[in-house]
């Protein structure tokens, strides 16, 4: 265990010089004090969890204090904004306060959102807001506890500094952990502003110290993007597995390492609906929840674009092929085991894709359902969850089939199905009117709504003693949110 003074720093981003990242100090938010931390991060950087309840610790996050090893920098970058290229972007309200490696040898980027005016702000006032400081916050750690790969977070800090927005709010910092905070976007930039040194440079970074097992391919940089697109593939597979609409896939928050990067307004889904948009200044639907899986590959034709001084195109189009199939494969598995399946047959794409069509046409709760199909025997568990569904005879000959198909799955007591379908079948996830109480709370000043809400999201497969309502479906209210894109 380490205090806070003790954190190790190497600033290996930093150290690739002004071409890359601008010096920047982060400027104080007033009044700074904890909202919530999460542990299982502080453990990350080997920090021992009450260090978060000293003053200092506010001061470190709000802005106030740095440690002598950090060299605070603004990254420039670029990337495709809804299809369209935006030539000059960057951390416009984000520092890399620099790079900490852990007893275990790990690297971790902390970067602080909200630290203010940056030379990339643009218009904006390098700001951000109590709400989606706390979006932020659950999401990383909700999803990383549902094992969807997604950059972590280890605390946000609140304070009393005024930040207009449609209203006047309350400034926040949330601090963010990744292994590297190099975007799609960072590729982009330096090949469509021609600079052939410093994007070899960038390469070479990424390659060794992020993808260093390619090194030793006979194309290091090819079996790199190889790799990029399996975990892209993988990573989205298990956003529609489990309901995730990111919201905000621009290429410049698409993360390198292929984690969950750059939250705005996303969700998860309540009822399943596959045409389902978080984000209301989307209205072409460019983001909407099934569009992800194209999208995805979209956004990694745009990085391809970008490494062709590096790779032939021949070679990157191949792999860009892999991206489908292998989408495909890990979503497929996983929905097997949401099933309670351990074999796999050829008409099983389909059975999910019946299912899903009539919890679509009926609105049912996507978490829920699986969730509840894990409780009992599947005779049982179909017949209770008829009576959410409108197409009753479409949901019979569904359940039919489904009967049957575990059927041939083989033998299994009723104690084993339910252990691995709710190993795979999350009863809590963050709905987003769940995250709306606790800011609404928040922004009153009791924090504890908050922390409960993380604490319950980091063990979404186990029920949890007193915590039934937030397994919940949505109170009317709660329904279809529209949830501020501005943040
Ligand atoms: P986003 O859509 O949130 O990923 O942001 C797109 C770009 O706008 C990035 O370069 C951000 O750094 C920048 N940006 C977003 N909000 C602000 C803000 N309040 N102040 C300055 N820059 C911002
Ligand atoms: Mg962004």
């Excluded at 006032?125 to 750690?141: P, Y």
Aim: contains cysteine; aromatic residues 10%; charged residues 25%.
């Amino acid at each position: 265990m380490k205090a806070l003074d003790e954190l190790t720093f190497d600033n290996r981003f930093a150290r690739l010089g002004d071409a890359f990242s601008t010096h920047v100090l982060p400027e104080p938010l007033d009044e700074p004090r904890l909202v919530v931390v999460s542990n299982a991060a502080m453990a990350l950087l080997d920090l021992d969890p009450a260090a978060a309840e000293t003053p200092v610790f506010a001061e470190l996050f709000g802005g106030h204090k740095l440690w002598a090893q950090a060299q605070p920098r603004a990254m420039v970058y670029s990337g495709h904004q809804f299809g369209g290229y935006s030539p000059q972007l960057g951390d416009g309200r984000g520092l890399l306060l620099g790079e900490v490696y852990n007893e275990a040898g790990e690297h971790w980027d902390l970067h602080l959102k909200g630290a203010g005016l940056t030379p990339y702000s643009r218009m904006g006032d390098g700001r951000a807001v109590l709400r989606s400081s706390i979006r932020e916050f659950l999401a990383c750690e909700a999803l990383h506890a549902l094992g969807i790969p997604s950059s972590r977070a280890l605390c946000v800090i609140g304070s009393d500094t005024p930040v207009w927005r449609e209203k006047q709010e309350r400034g926040a910092m949330v601090l963010r952990l990744a292994h590297s905070h190099v975007r799609f976007g960072h590729f982009e930039y330096f090949y469509y502003t021609k600079k052939p040194e410093q994007h070899k440079e960038l390469a070479e970074h990424v390659l060794s110290l992020h993808y260093p097992e390619c090194m030793e391919q006979p194309e290091p940089y090819l079996a790199m993007f190889r790799e990029i697109v399996e975990r892209n593939a993988e990573m989205i597979a298990k956003w529609q597995a489990y309901g995730f609409c990111h919201g905000v896939m621009n290429t410049d928050n698409m993360s390198i390492l292929g984690i969950t990067f750059d939250f705005g307004p996303f969700a998860f889904l309540d009822d399943f609906d596959a045409h389902f948009i978080c984000n209301h200044s989307d209205h072409e639907g460019r983001y909407s929840f099934s569009n992800q899986v194209p999208i995805g590959q979209w956004n990694l034709s745009a990085l391809a674009q970008a490494l062709t001084p590096f790779i032939s195109v021949d070679a990157l189009k191949e792999a860009l092929g892999l991206y489908l199939p292998l989408y495909q494969a890990h979503y497929l598995d996983l929905m097997r085991r949401r099933l309670g399946l351990t074999t796999a047959e050829d008409d099983d794409q389909k059975l999910v894709e019946q299912l899903l069509k009539l919890m679509q046409n009926s609105g049912v709760d996507y978490t829920l359902f699986f969730r509840r199909l894990g409780d009992e025997s599947a005779a049982l568990a179909v017949t209770r969850l008829r009576d959410d569904f409108v197409d009753l005879a479409g949901f019979d000959a569904w359940a039919e089939q489904y009967k049957a198909r575990v059927e041939r799955d083989g033998e299994c007591s009723e104690a084993q199905r339910r252990e691995r379908m709710h190993a795979v079948n999350p009863l809590y996830i963050l709905r987003n009117y769940l995250a709306q109480n606790a800011i609404a709370a928040a922004e009153s000043g009791d924090y504890s709504e908050v922390r409960r809400l993380h604490e319950v999201l980091s063990k979404p497969f186990e029920e949890q003693l007193g915590m039934e309502q937030y397994a919940q479906r949505p109170p009317d209210w709660g329904k279809h949110l529209e949830i501020s894109c501005s943040s």
